[in-house]
Antibody
Framework: QITLKESGPTLVKPTQTLTLTCTFS??????????VGWIRQPPGKALEWLAL???????RYSPSLKSRLTITKDTSKNQVVLTMTNMDPVDTATYYC????????????WGQGTLVTVSS | QSALTQPASVSGSPGQSITISCTGT?????????VSWYQQHPGKAPKLMIY???KRPSGVSNRFSGSKSGNTASLTISGLQAEDEADYYC???????????FGGGTKLTVL
């Protein structure tokens, strides 16, 4: 059974860097076709895709946020880490990680999400 | 990147059918049969309802169906039930540069 869980700070200050960790079980990020992605959702707003990392270390980023994002994986620890630099209050959102399949591209298992508030 | 366009809200009575549209371009929805749909209840994580345009994951009711015509994908829910009231999002592969994109979401109200 696949599970994912996000962890990280609940409050960050403007201009700081956010580091979120997704710890998963029930699959391996060394299996062909498997990926883990990050998605966020500001309060009352829509889902927004942020980044994806695949079994072969291929990394994909949202074009609008690419300059601020870094995604990495630690296959031995079953973890994926997302860093986002220069945080702003508009980045306040629930951040989700999810299991993603390459070709045909969908998220089939999601974490519960973690709310990150950006405020001084 | 531009989000896929969905109606902000749709509504229907129990037992009726509703359709939610997801309009993209020839660079995403129109070029690939790779649209998926997600249901999200308040305070909960999204749940996969449809993938590859029209396929249902195990455990998803056959009242949910997906289709595509041109640059527009659609999610149809038949036999509406109170528990279907939720937000629905489409998602599509969009080529190697944009990569993937979500729709703006649709709030379904069951009257």
């Amino acid at each position: 059974q696949i599970t994912l869980k996000e962890s990280g700070p609940t409050l960050v200050k403007p201009t700081q860097t956010l580091t979120l960790t997704c710890t998963f079980s029930g699959f391996s990020l060394s299996t062909s076709g498997v990926g883990v992605g990050w998605i966020r959702q500001p309060p009352g707003k829509a889902l927004e895709w942020l980044a994806l990392i695949y079994w072969d270390d291929d990394k994909r980023y949202s074009p609008s946020l690419k300059s601020r994002l870094t995604i990495t994986k630690d296959t031995s620890k079953n973890q994926v880490v997302l860093t986002m630099t220069n945080m702003d209050p508009v980045d306040t959102a629930t951040y989700y990680c999810a299991h993603h399949l390459d070709h045909p591209y969908y998220f089939d298992y999601w974490g519960q999400g973690t709310l990150v508030t950006v405020s001084s | 990147q531009s989000a896929l366009t969905q109606p902000a809200s749709v509504s229907g009575s129990p037992g009726q059918s509703i359709t939610i549209s997801c309009t993209g371009t020839s660079n995403d929805v129109g070029s690939y049969n790779l649209v998926s749909w997600y249901q999200q209840h308040p305070g909960k994580a999204p749940k996969l309802m449809i993938y590859e345009g029209s396929k249902r994951p195990s455990g998803v009711s056959n009242r949910f169906s997906g289709s595509k015509s041109g640059n527009t994908a659609s999610l149809t829910i038949s036999g509406l039930q109170a528990e279907d009231e939720a937000d629905y999002y489409c998602y599509s592969y969009a080529g190697s540069s944009t990569y993937v994109v979500f729709g703006g979401g649709t709030k379904l109200t069951v009257l």
